[in-house]
T-cell receptor
Framework: NAGVTQTPKFQVLKTGQSMTLQCAQDMNHEYMSWYRQDPGMGLRLIHYSVGAGITDQGEVPNGYNVSRSTTEDFPLRLLSAAPSQTSVYFC?????????????FGSGTQLSVL | GENVEQHPSTLSVQEGDSAVIKCTYSDSASNYFPWYKQELGKRPQLIIDIRSNVGEKKDQRIAVTLNKTAKHFSLHITETQPEDSAVYFCAASIGYGQNFVFGPGTRLSVLP
């Protein structure tokens, strides 16, 4: 199993550009989520999905879109990148059992918006 | 909504000493509290967790305690080693299932 795979690892964008961060998992996990990590602020939940076709907003959803057409994939779209979206982005997945199901993280995408 | 505070933000200890990191949470509905370790440039990895119906859990040199009444939980690392140097995050469950609010992190440095 590859686990949770994120691409790209690094990305530089100009303000106003759009892009998609890819996330895929091969563990047949129902639950997937996106977090952003900023210095001194821990990880903050952007969007999450409890299964194919179902998505919902987290703590900081503005400026991001998600979709979940398959169990395996959960891409994160930046519609019009802003410098405030400079961050490290982590995708995570887990089984949809209960609150103590282990969360598996991807290796992260470091995004810089100039 | 849930708010998780974490202290200290940085912690330096001598190798072999103990380290304690403390977190508080605000939502009494939170019932699961994982701790993550993140080495520089790596992904967060779960090191220990505790459910709200348990007061303490131990795994070798790592232990976590939970005080539901006071809404705080702590990570204890004994006999620290240089490889324990990392950023540690506490988290509290919110809403449905696997959503979490994370603390801001503690940078632990173990000095040889």
């Amino acid at each position: 199993n590859a686990g949770v795979t994120q691409t790209p690892k690094f990305q530089v964008l100009k303000t106003g550009q759009s892009m998609t961060l890819q996330c895929a998992q091969d563990m047949n996990h129902e639950y997937m989520s996106w977090y952003r990590q900023d210095p001194g602020m821990g990880l903050r939940l952007i969007h999450y999905s409890v299964g194919a076709g179902i998505t919902d907003q987290g703590e900081v959803p503005n400026g991001y879109n998600v979709s979940r057409s398959t169990t395996e994939d959960f891409p994160l779209r930046l519609l019009s990148a802003a410098p405030s979206q400079t961050s490290v982005y982590f995708c995570a997945s887990s089984r949809r059992g209960g609150p103590n199901e282990k969360l598996f993280f991807g290796s992260g995408t470091q995004l810089s918006v100039l | 909504g849930e708010n998780v505070e974490q202290h200290p933000s940085t912690l330096s200890v001598q190798e072999g000493d103990s380290a304690v990191i403390k977190c508080t949470y605000s939502d009494s509905a939170s019932n699961y509290f994982p701790w993550y370790k993140q080495e520089l440039g790596k992904r967060p990895q779960l090191i220990i967790d505790i459910r709200s119906n348990v007061g303490e859990k131990k795994d070798q040199r790592i232990a976590v305690t939970l005080n539901k009444t006071a809404k705080h939980f702590s990570l204890h690392i004994t006999e620290t080693q240089p490889e324990d140097s990392a950023v540690y995050f506490c988290a509290a469950s919110i809403g449905y299932g696997q959503n979490f609010v994370f603390g801001p992190g503690t940078r632990l440095s173990v000095l040889p």
